[in-house]
């Protein structure tokens, strides 16, 4: 199993930044592809980024392309995001996730595992 907490989100103005954290936990937690998802209210999940294992590949979704930067420390079994330029259609639920034993990217929410129970990211206008 695999246990994933994130944490950064809060409240914040548009044009701003936050750094989103997720730490992982358990025996697939250095050696599995991560990505971050978010929710909107009413909306589906939907793929925000991806890194493979060996942090040499990462994939963004076009819409925060340039503005996020996913990153990953397997020594201290962290990955984060950094969001800058942040706009009010980013608020959203943000979920960690990992794929089991699996070091390549994966962009469909159910070619993840394991997920984070998520922390609210609130850009305000």
């Known amino acids: 199993q695999v246990q994933l907490v994130e944490s950064g989100g809060g409240l914040v103005q548009a044009g701003g930044s936050l750094r989103l954290s997720c730490a992982a936990s358990?025996?697939?937690?250095?050696?599995?592809?991560m990505g971050w998802f978010r929710q909107a209210p009413g909306k589906e999940r939907e793929f925000v980024a991806g890194?493979?294992?060996?942090?040499?590949?990462?994939y963004y979704a076009d819409s925060v392309k340039g503005r996020f930067t996913i990153s990953r420390d397997n020594a201290k079994n962290t990955v984060h995001l950094q969001m800058n330029s942040l706009k009010s259609e980013d608020t959203a639920v943000y979920y960690c996730?990992?794929?089991?034993?699996?070091?390549?990217?994966?962009?469909?929410?159910?070619?993840?595992?394991?997920w984070g129970q998520g922390t609210q990211v609130t850009v305000s206008s």
């Open positions: 996730a990992a794929r089991a034993f699996a070091y390549a990217v994966a962009r469909a929410h159910y070619d993840y595992d394991y």
């Open positions: 358990g025996r697939t937690s250095s050696s599995s592809a």
């Open positions: 890194i493979s294992y060996s942090g040499d590949v990462t």
